[in-house]
């Protein structure tokens, strides 16, 4: 009987190693933000989630890469690795990019304020021990149709009091 204990706790504890299923609340997006995760066994699966919100329009740039190491001793490789981001508020996919042990950034380009999210999808290849990854993402304001208008209203005067300069 006491051996039966012992294998249903091994098990229990294996497969708690097994997945990784992660929401992070990031609250209000700073102008960079990170992300981890990982599993442990082999063929386990990584569903992780990183919510943010944006009170204004930004500019979003995201890094993704795993932790893989080179064969015959591998003792880090994920697969199958994908980085999703959703805009939460309308239910739809900004962009999808999938990452492996190379860097891989992603620029999803104008996100308007609102509720969004990073899925992070791997799975532990069959010959590893385990995995991790990493995102970054960063986050630069979106100049105001009033800010292009300063410009252009001062790039025409400097060029008037040029043009009079020279004619003068």
Do not use: C
């Not at 098990?11 to 995760?37: K, R």
């Not at 309308?90 to 190379?102: A, I, M, R």
Request: charged share 10%; aromatic share 10%; proline share 4%.
């Amino acid at each position: 009987m006491k051996k039966l204990n012992f294998v249903a706790a091994a098990v229990l504890a294996a497969s708690s190693f097994s997945a990784s299923a992660l929401t992070t609340p990031w609250g209000q997006h700073d102008a960079i933000e990170f992300g981890t995760g990982s599993a442990v066994g082999a063929n386990s699966i990584i569903s992780d989630f990183f919510t943010f919100t944006l009170a204004a329009p930004v500019n979003t740039v995201a890094v993704a890469v795993t932790n893989d190491t080179a064969p015959p001793t591998t003792f880090a490789n994920l697969i199958n690795a994908s980085l999703t981001l959703w805009d939460v508020t309308n239910n739809v996919v900004v962009g999808t990019v999938n990452f492996d042990s190379t860097a891989v950034t992603k620029d999803f380009g104008s996100l308007a304020a609102g509720s969004y999210k990073y899925a992070v999808s791997a799975q532990v290849a069959a010959n590893a021990i385990g995995g991790s990854y990493l995102v970054t993402s960063s986050v630069t304001p979106v100049p105001e149709p009033s800010t292009y208008a300063l410009l252009l209203a001062g790039l025409g005067a400097i060029g008037f009091v040029a043009r009079r300069r020279k004619s003068a």
